[in-house]
T-cell receptor, first 112, second 112 residues
Framework: DQQVKQNSPSLSVQEGRISILNCDYT??????FLWYKKYPAEGPTFLIS?????DKNEDGRFTVFLNKSAKHLSLHIVPSQPGDSAVYFC???????????FGKGTRLSVIA | KAGVTQTPRYLIKTRGQQVTLSCSPI?????VSWYQQTPGQGLQFLFE???????NKGNFPGRFSGRQFSNSRSEMNVSTLELGDSALYLC???????????FGEGSRLTVL
């Protein structure tokens, strides 16, 4: 049972436009959400996170939105750059002794 | 500060063999987690260790095992390898069990 779902395996966006990556979760006990970025032949690197007490967190070109009632979060990248081309993983964790649960990832291609 | 180091980076085994993968965490990090990444399933949690104790275990068969040493280095072992064990095995370390994960580049295992 996939607790964190990224329903779009891939996404292509023109350079300079907005990239929107979506993530849904089913476990209402999740209270902390993260996005990781992964280039080929490298490990995932932390990008941005959001706590369930917030509905938006912004860091430069990256903004994460959380809609708790819909159990949905999204990552916005504006403007998109070719260097943003990577696989993006959504992850979630709950309180206490619980490991991070990852989605299957979305491959973003930013076309120049 | 050196990052998370995983060895070997690439290896090829045949069905029925066993394999041991090694992970050296970032200096000072005492928590180590292991994940399996496959194209169809994303990152799936294997185990988490803190101070030589396994704190969490994912939903993998008993052929998958791990341990952590007093210097926080960790190893995972897969016995009686199956074709489906072919994957990228990622190790991540953190200062504490709830801390930010820093991933290594992974060990890519191919089972023939």
């Amino acid at each position: 049972d996939q607790q964190v779902k990224q329903n779009s395996p891939s996404l292509s966006v023109q350079e300079g436009r907005i990239s929107i990556l979506n993530c849904d979760y089913t476990n209402s006990m999740f209270d902390y959400f993260l996005w990781y970025k992964k280039y080929p032949a490298e490990g995932p690197t932390f990008l941005i996170s959001i706590s369930s007490i917030k509905d938006k967190n912004e860091d430069g070109r990256f903004t994460v939105f959380l809609n708790k009632s819909a159990k949905h979060l999204s990552l916005h990248i504006v403007p998109s750059q070719p260097g943003d081309s990577a696989v993006y993983f959504c992850a979630a964790s709950g309180k206490g002794n619980t490991p991070l649960v990852f989605g299957k990832g979305t491959r973003l291609s930013v076309i120049a | 500060k050196a990052g998370v180091t995983q060895t070997p980076r690439y290896l090829i085994k045949t069905r029925g063999q066993q394999v041991t993968l090694s992970c050296s965490p970032i200096s000072g990090h005492r928590s180590v987690s292991w994940y399996q990444q496959t194209p169809g399933q994303g990152l799936q949690f294997l185990f988490e260790y803190f101070s030589e104790t396994q704190r969490n275990k994912g939903n993998f068969p008993g052929r998958f095992s791990g341990r952590q040493f007093s210097n926080s280095r960790s190893e995972m072992n897969v016995s009686t390898l199956e074709l489906g064990d072919s994957a990228l095995y990622l190790c991540a370390s953190s200062l504490s069990p709830d801390g930010e994960l820093f991933f290594g580049e992974g060990s890519r295992l191919t089972v023939l």
